[in-house]
């Protein structure tokens, strides 16, 4: 009996284990990517990792914008909880500039949710059902049109060169 709860609690170690390292590089692949991007952009100055009132790494312009950037690696598909959860931790003052965006980099995220989630940027109607049924604010609203999502792919990780 005992050596059965050893062996589960050992499984369950080395899964926590996996899904932590798993986050993490997917956020080092999103940051290498992103830094790739911008690399050549004059204004670009800095990766600034785990900021303080941010989540995982903004990149920061000598022009005073920020590219805030949150990377989720989650084996279950993005859903508005998790959106509301994300908006909540960076709803503060430092979020107030309107040349800041939002960049959120998903594992699994469905093309209908992105859909939804796009068109609560422009559309009234959009937004309303986004408050009235999942129970987004008007705070989230104002953030959820900071948003840029792309996913730095995975399986093309080994073709990331720089030149």
């Known amino acids: 009996m005992k050596e059965k709860?050893?062996?589960t609690k050992r499984t369950n170690t080395n899964k926590t284990a996996h899904s932590v390292f798993s986050g993490l590089n997917a956020?080092?692949?999103?940051?290498?990517?992103?830094?790739?991007?911008?690399l050549t952009?004059?204004?670009?100055?800095?990766i600034h990792l785990e900021a303080k009132n941010f989540q995982d790494f903004n990149l920061v312009f000598s022009d005073g914008r920020k590219i805030i950037c949150e990377v989720k690696d989650r084996k279950k598909a993005f859903s508005y909880a998790n959106l509301k959860e994300v908006l909540d931790l960076?709803?503060?003052e430092d979020m107030g500039e309107k040349k800041d965006y939002i960049?959120?980099?998903?594992?699994k995220i469905s093309k209908r949710f992105k859909k939804k989630i796009e068109n609560a940027?422009?559309?009234k109607s959009?937004?309303?059902?986004l408050i009235d049924q999942q129970g987004f604010t008007h705070t989230h609203m104002k953030l959820i049109?900071?948003?840029?999502?792309?996913r730095a792919e995975q399986d093309n990780k080994e073709d990331i060169k720089y030149s």
């Open 126 to 129: 959009a937004q309303k059902k």
């Open 121 to 123: 940027k422009y559309l």
């Open 27 to 38: 956020q080092v692949l999103a940051a290498f990517s992103l830094f790739l991007q911008y």
């Open 5 to 7: 709860q050893l062996k």
């Open 41 to 46: 952009n004059p204004k670009f100055s800095y």
């Open 90 to 92: 960076l709803h503060h």
């Open 145 to 150: 049109r900071k948003l840029k999502e792309k």
């Open 103 to 107: 960049h959120w980099d998903c594992r």
